[in-house]
Nanobody
């Protein structure tokens, strides 16, 4: 399973690092994507990292502010979020794909439970 963590309350302009930890399987064979879902909105693809450590960005909303990385030895993928804004408030999810990175959430094989990020002064 996947376990997302690291969310919380942060002021505008602040930073958070989210973690997506895998248990019961090897992360080495999966691409991992980060998505978010704000209240009343659909699930938005943010970034994905492939098995070979290539990164894929989806959309412009987090370009230049969010980065993704992975540590296979720790079975963990990270989402570093800098320059957070109120509109980044959402529940953040990680998902695993046995294939490639996809912007379509339905193409991922399984999901973590989500971690909430609130950006507010």
């Amino acid at each position: 399973q996947l376990q997302a963590s690291g969310g919380g309350l942060v002021q505008p302009g602040g930073s958070l690092r989210l973690s997506c930890a895998a248990s019961g399987f090897s992360l080495d064979y999966y691409a991992i994507g980060w998505f978010r879902q704000a209240p009343g909105k659909g699930r938005e693809g943010l970034l994905c990292i492939t098995r070979t450590f290539a990164t894929v960005h989806y959309g412009d909303s987090v370009e230049g502010r969010f980065t993704i990385s992975r540590d296979n030895a720790k079975s963990t993928v990270y989402l570093q979020m800098n320059g957070l804004a109120v509109e980044d408030t959402a529940t953040y999810f990680c998902a695993a794909s046995a294939g490639l990175c996809y912007s379509d959430p339905s193409l991922y094989d399984f999901w973590g439970q989500g971690t909430e990020v609130t950006v507010s002064s």
